[in-house]
């Protein structure tokens, strides 16, 4: 009797082990059946591979407006909480039929990023309650020490747009660490405030956005710079409409627009708990002009040190011609002595956090 079972064992097991051939041969011959190869080396690599560092609210609208605006032939994001980077890679990957971006790769470990044209960190710490802000400086720059050198080790040739805050100070940190010369380190800067400036501006004028001109120069923050000399319409400058526009004189109080911008990202933190969606179709804009080559100008954190009589090594927004290069040039606007003093002024603010850094 047990000889018996013996073999009807080996007789289940002989059929099992036939079926699991003729199953992975019939996969393999409806492939080959399907497709008939032409070439056999490797893969041709990724020519607009973007990778966002960090997959937190503001990381993920950065990928979605990237993705939505076909930027990128690869997307890599990468984060240290393993279970939310693969959950957010499986939610784009499973939307892949309506997007055009073929590859969507997610891990911690920054291999993944290799050959990245353009590098998105939006990673770092929250500012926690009565915390300095150089003390949330300096435990930013402890991540950042993590995250680029690995990002140089595996994309040498990539340009940075740094988008965590501070961002000015954070970027350069990044530059600092990066060894990149100084237009490949890019900070999101005021192109978000000049996009809230622009609307609210806008709005009050009862027309598009993009038919008003305006800039916000300087610190992305508190000291930023409205450019009220430069404000126009169609070539209507409305400094020689009101005179007095953005002065405390200012009887129709346009002012208080620039303190609406300062305060709107606080507002919207209290009302939903973060910003995101803004910034990140602000980050996917400036990408698109990295990408395309397109020459566009954005007020972008740069390199400001000799400009408009700035003697340290900061960076701040000044209004920058972005292409494939990076930041390609600086447009030297013709400010007023007082704008020109406020900007010195948010240089000075951003310094006196910079010069006390450890490890930089």
């Not at 990002?151 to 350069?172: A, E, F």
């Not at 100084?182 to 501006?201: C, E, P, Q, Y």
Request: aromatic content about 6%; glycine content about 6%.
């Amino acid at each position: 009797m047990l000889i018996t079972w013996w073999y009807l064992y080996l007789a289940a097991r002989s059929v099992a082990q036939k079926c699991k051939y003729c199953c992975s041969f019939k996969m393999a011959s409806i492939l080959q059946k399907l497709i008939t190869p032409l070439f056999s080396g490797p893969p041709e690599p990724p020519r607009n591979k973007v990778t966002v560092v960090g997959v937190g609210q503001v990381g993920m609208a950065c990928a979605v407006s990237i993705l939505l605006r076909e930027l990128a032939d690869e997307l890599a994001l990468v984060d240290v909480m393993e279970d939310k980077l693969k959950g957010e890679m499986m939610d784009l990957q499973h939307g892949s039929l309506f997007l055009k971006t073929p590859t969507i790769v997610a891990d911690k470990d920054y291999s993944v990023t290799a050959n990245s044209r353009i590098v998105v960190i939006t990673a770092g710490v929250r500012q926690q309650e009565g915390e300095s802000r150089l003390n949330l400086v300096q435990r930013n720059v402890n991540i950042f020490k993590h995250i680029v050198p690995q990002i140089i080790r595996y994309s040498p040739d990539c340009t940075i747009i740094v988008v965590s805050n501070p961002v000015d100070v954070l970027t350069y940190v990044t530059w600092k660490l990066s060894g990149l010369p100084k237009h490949r380190v890019i900070g999101s800067g005021t192109n978000l405030d000049s996009a809230r400036f622009r609307f609210l501006m806008a709005e009050k004028l009862g027309i598009h956005a993009s038919s008003f001109n305006g800039w916000i120069l300087g610190e992305h923050g508190d000291t930023s710079v409205p450019v009220w000399s430069g404000t126009n319409v169609a070539g209507v400058n409305l400094q020689t409409l009101n005179p007095d526009i953005g002065t405390d004189c200012d009887e129709e109080n346009w002012k208080e627009t620039h303190k609406m911008v300062v305060n709107s990202a606080y507002e919207v933190i209290r009302l939903k708990g973060y910003t995101n969606w803004a910034i990140g179709l602000s980050v996917a804009d400036l990408t698109e002009s990295l990408i395309r080559n397109m020459n566009r100008i954005h007020p972008v954190s740069t390199m400001v040190q000799g400009m408009y009589g700035i003697g340290d090594e900061v960076y701040l927004s000044l209004p920058c011609v972005l292409n494939s290069g990076g930041v390609a040039s600086v447009v030297n606007m013709t400010l007023t002595d007082d704008e020109v003093a406020q900007l010195q002024a948010s240089a000075n603010t951003l310094w006196d956090i910079q010069k006390d850094l450890q490890d930089v």
